[in-house]
Every structure is written in structure tokens, then in C-alpha cells.
């Protein structure tokens, strides 16, 4: 049992992470990014490069995976998603375009990366065993401990700087904020650029783990939306709860569902349908325009 | 101090403001009355940057800044007070004032507006911690006016602050609004389907009708004008 609970803290905290950048993007502007994952990858991919390939530090190698996958948000923003929000009237063109947007990067990461699944040297060997109770490789601890480190100087950064502060405004009441003088393509683009940061820093994060390839992008996105439903779009709170309750709910499930045949992902799915039909804001869904 | 020349906007093709010309010296305070529907928000979503005009324009202090975005015109030194109070609802008093601050950088003279705003109004002092969504209408009100001035604006824009609110708590806030202009120097346009209280703390006044200015002059005037008591102050003397 504790097993399956630190199991289930490892991958909920990553999952955390990745919900933040996605509830962050949609909070600020509205728009469901479904290229998160491919972000995610594309993070993974940059690390390898950088530590696995060129054998530079790892902690250099997870900075530039950041600073790459910021600017690839900044990018992204200023030259799709802002220029089509001016444009559309319409939900549903920043979704056609995210959605887009992610089969690009599958594209772009398939011609430079290749197809193949990567790996990279381990950060540190050795393994925790408590009374065979609780058996928890060194490096697991380590990018757990990065990850929560992670999503709490995301949360004090949000809560007590004037940047964060301002990302708050702007997602609670977009005309107010503009009235208090916050430029909303600046801070449209900030957001944007934390958010694919935070992506790329948890693909960086658990490529030393379980790797990286290709095809996880797409089922990242989809696990991202799912946090960010179960907890409620655009709450931050809610995002870190989703995370953990999909982190969880994956731990005691591929445990205990085991002997019934591949199924975990299944019931997971009825499970948030029927939650959803009862609760369509999640947890603490907040009607935030 | 402020100047709106010819001013032309519609949404979808329906026509929301005709040549509407507005002056407004500095340190005065102007009001800006008319019934729903009029165009008095249209007119300070203009001057906020917040809408285009659809041709017309916006001098503020010898510069047309009807081109400028709404952060520009902030760091220029107009702030408003929106409709509807607009609170940021998840955020503290605290963080909302600071927030009002955010086009200024000097840590210490943030310090001294935001000490200068509780003094002004003390139930914010109580309630700083607070989400800004609990608290009640009157006292949202309070504290956005308290967020504007944050700002440290030469010009303070307040669309219907009496919208809502206890009549107990209009009346403090029509003080709050004669001490802004008299004692801070910030000139003072003030929007109003409260057309009494607007015309007793102004100095002049203009009245509209769907669109465009009917009739304006001196507040005083216009209180004893036959017209804007039928039309304005619903007949009562
Ligand atoms: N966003 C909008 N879209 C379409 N019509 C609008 C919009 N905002 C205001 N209007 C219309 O413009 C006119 C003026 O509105 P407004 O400036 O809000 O008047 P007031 O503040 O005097 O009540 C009204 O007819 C209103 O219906
Ligand atoms: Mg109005």
C-alpha cells in the first residue's frame, strides 16, 4: 500500500506540473492547449540532446530545455494564437489551431529527433528500500523532489510577485487589468511562454526516467486536459488536485486492476464522465471568463 | 486637460455615440448623466483605450491618445473606475490596491498611496485580507475607487459609482469623490444615471440622449434647468 501511494505522489506531481502550464495558457487566454504534450516531448527531446548527447551537466541541460520551450510558447503565441484571437469571434478556431499546432510539433520533433524511443544516462544509481515496503530508486526521489520544488516557486512566484500578480488580474478580469495599465499581448505572451516552460521542464524531468519518444505527446495532452477538467479549468489549485488525483487514481488502479487485463485507463475515463456529468466545473471550477 | 472632438462609434452598425464633443478643464469635475443606453460608458471606454472610436478625437493634455493602448493611457494618467465595480474576486483587498499600483515602480511612494487609501477608507484596512469577492457592494466600491487612486491618476474616470450601492453609502462616496477632486487635484469625470447626486458634486455637466449631448453648462444651472428636471430628475423639485 505505501507503495502504491508513493507511486502514485512521483507521477501526480509531475502530472501537477503539466496541468499548471496547461490551466495557466487557459486561464489567461482562453484557449485549450492541445499541443501541451508535444511541448512536453519537445522538452524531453531538448534535455536528451543536451545531456544525453552532448554530456553537458544536467542541471545546464534542464535550464536550456526551459529557456528553449518558453520561447517556443512566446513564439507561438505572438505569431498564432494572438493574431487569430484578434481575428475569430469563435472558440473553437484557437482549438483547430492548437490541435494543429500539436501535429506540427509531432512533425517537427519526428524529422529532427527521429521516431526511435531515447534515452539518457541515470542521474544518480542506487535504490531507497524501506523494509521492502516502500522501494523507490535515488533518481525517482531526486525528480520528485525537482518537480514539487518546481510547482511550489510556480505557486509563490503566481502568489507574491508583480508579474504573477498581474497574470492573476488579467485571468480574473481581462478588461480590469488593462485599466490598471497591464499590457494583455506582454502578459498574453508571458503566460503563454510559463506555460509551455512548465511542460518542457517535466518532459526534461522524466526523461531521465522512463525516456522519451515520440508517440507520447498526444496521450500527455490528453491526460493534461483531463487534470485540468477534474480539477476545474483555470484554477490553480485545481490544477495541482487534478494532477494529483489522476496520479493516484493511475497508481492504485494499475495495481489493483492489474489482474483484470489492461482496463485502468478505461475505468478512469467512466469515472471522469460521470463526474463530470455531476460536477461539469470539476472540483473548483470558478466560471472564470 | 481632456478634449473629445466629434466623437463616432457604433457596434454592428448600430449606432452608439453622434458627434459627441466633451471638454473637461483640469481640476474640474464633469458629469456626464443620461438614461441607459445613452452612450456614457461607450464615451469612457474611448477615452480608456478600451474601445476605437470609429472616427473623432481624444487630446489628453495636447496629445491625441485616441491611437494609444489602454496601458498607454494609463501610464499617461487616466484611470477609470469601470461599471459594475469589476473587482478582481479571487484576489485580496491587498493584492486588488496593489494592482491599481501596477503602472507605477517607486516602492516607496506605492507604500504611502496605499497608506493615504486606507486612511481615506478605513473598512479597507479591515477587510485587507479578505477576497475581494466577499465583500459587499458598497465596499467594492470603496475599494476600486481605492484601486484608481492608486494609480496616482491626473484623471479619474467613474462610471455609475452609485450603481447598486446602500443610499447610506452614495452619499460617502459622493464625499470620497469631492475630496479626491479638492484635496488630491485629480479632475474628476463622473458618469451617472443618479442625476441629482452627479449634478450636486460637479461643476459642469453634460446630459445625453441616445448618442449625443443635449444640453450642458453649469452644474448649478442645470439643477434649476427646466429640461433636466423633466427629463433628467424625473419632474421632482
Ligand atoms: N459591446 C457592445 N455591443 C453591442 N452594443 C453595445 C455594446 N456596448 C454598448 N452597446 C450599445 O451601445 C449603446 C450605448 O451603450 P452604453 O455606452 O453602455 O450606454 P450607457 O453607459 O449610457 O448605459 C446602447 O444602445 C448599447 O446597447
Ligand atoms: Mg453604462
Redesign the interface.
Known sequence: MEQILVNGAYLGAQYALIALGLTLIFALMNVMNFAHGQMYVLGGFVTYTIYGQLGMPYALALFVTAITLAVVGAVVEKFLFRPVIKRSQRDESTMLLAAGLGFFLDAVILLVFGEKQRGVPKLINGVFNWDFRVIMPYDRILIFALAVACIIGFMLFMQYSKTGRALRALAQDRDAAQLMGVDVDRYGMTGFALGAMLAGIVGGLLVTITGVNLGMGGPTSTKAFMMVMIGGAGVIPGAIFGGLILGFMESILLSTLASYGDITYLVIFVSLMIFLAIRPNGLMGKPWG | MLKLENIEHYYDHVYALKKVSIELNEGETVALIGANGAGKSSILRII?G?NKPKSGTVTFQGKAINKM???QI??AGI??V?EGR??????SVR?NL???A??RSSKTEIKNSLDQVLERFPILQERYNQSAGTLSGGEQQMMVIG?ALM?KPKLLLLDEPSLGIAPKLVAEIARAIIQINKEEKVSVLLVEQNSRMALRISHRAYAMTTGSVAISGKSADLLEDDRIRAAYLGGEV
Request: aromatic share 12%.
Open positions: 480608456t478600451l493602448s489602454p496601458s494609463v501610464q484611470v477609470m469601470p469589476r473587482v478582481f474576486p479571487y484576489m493584492d496593489l494592482m491599481g501596477f503602472s484601486r494609480a
